[in-house]
Antibody, heavy 121, light 111 residues
Framework: EVQLVESGGGLVQPGRSLRLSCAAS????????MHWVRQRPGKGLEWVSG????????VYADSVRGRFTISRDNAKTSLYLHMDRLRAEDTAFYYC??????????????WGQGILVTVSS | QSALTQPASVSGSPGQSITISCTGT?????????VSWYQQYPGKVPKLMIY???KRPSGVSDRFSGSKSGNTASLTISGLQAEDEADYYC???????????FGSGTKVTVL
């Protein structure tokens, strides 16, 4: 069974940094592209960032490019999102998401439970 | 990036069919067969219902079907059931600096 468990969220001041982690299990992590998707409380879904299995390609939403960095450690079967210069509008639940199939096709097949990041002074 | 346009709400009676539209541009929905649909219950995690416009992942009911015409994709729920009451989001690959965009979301109500 696929399991994706996010950690590292919480309350952070505007302008500060935070790193989210996602521990993956139940599948061959190093075969799959992975993503982060967020959802502001009571609002819709927003794709944030994606990374191929090899880390050879990373892509970002316009709203976070230059501030957020996605990375992965296949040996630790973990996905990360390093968030710099956080803004109030980055407040959201952040989901770790696995592709349905291996390639980066933006078919979000499995989702973690999500973790809340609150940016506020 | 601008969200794909979905109706805020759609409703139907049990047993009926409803269709949710998802309108984009030739740079996303209209240009590629990479549209997917997600179901989300309140307080729960989204679930993939349709991918590549019309394919169903294993375990998804065949009451759910997807299609596309021009820049508009559609999700049809046939034989509407109370358990179908949820929020639904479309998503598409986009030929832009940000390669993916979600729809604004549609709340489905079963009357």
């Amino acid at each position: 069974e696929v399991q994706l468990v996010e950690s590292g969220g919480g309350l952070v001041q505007p302008g500060r940094s935070l790193r989210l982690s996602c521990a993956a299990s139940g599948f061959n992590f190093d075969d799959y592209a992975m993503h982060w998707v967020r959802q502001r409380p009571g609002k819709g879904l927003e794709w944030v960032s994606g990374i191929t299995w090899s880390s050879g390609t990373t892509v970002y939403a316009d709203s976070v490019r230059g501030r957020f960095t996605i990375s992965r450690d296949n040996a630790k079967t973990s996905l990360y999102l390093h968030m710099d210069r956080l803004r109030a509008e980055d407040t959201a639940f952040y989901y770790c998401v696995k592709e349905l199939y291996k390639a980066m096709a933006y078919n979000f097949g499995s989702w973690g439970q999500g973790i809340l990041v609150t940016v506020s002074s | 990036q601008s969200a794909l346009t979905q109706p805020a709400s759609v409703s139907g009676s049990p047993g009926q069919s409803i269709t949710i539209s998802c309108t984009g541009t030739s740079s996303d929905v209209g240009g590629y067969n990479y549209v997917s649909w997600y179901q989300q219950y309140p307080g729960k995690v989204p679930k993939l219902m349709i991918y590549d416009v019309s394919k169903r992942p294993s375990g998804v009911s065949d009451r759910f079907s997807g299609s596309k015409s021009g820049n508009t994709a559609s999700l049809t729920i046939s034989g509407l059931q109370a358990e179908d009451e949820a929020d639904y989001y479309c998503s598409s690959f986009a030929d832009r600096s940000a390669p993916n965009v979600f729809g604004s979301g549609t709340k489905v109500t079963v009357l």
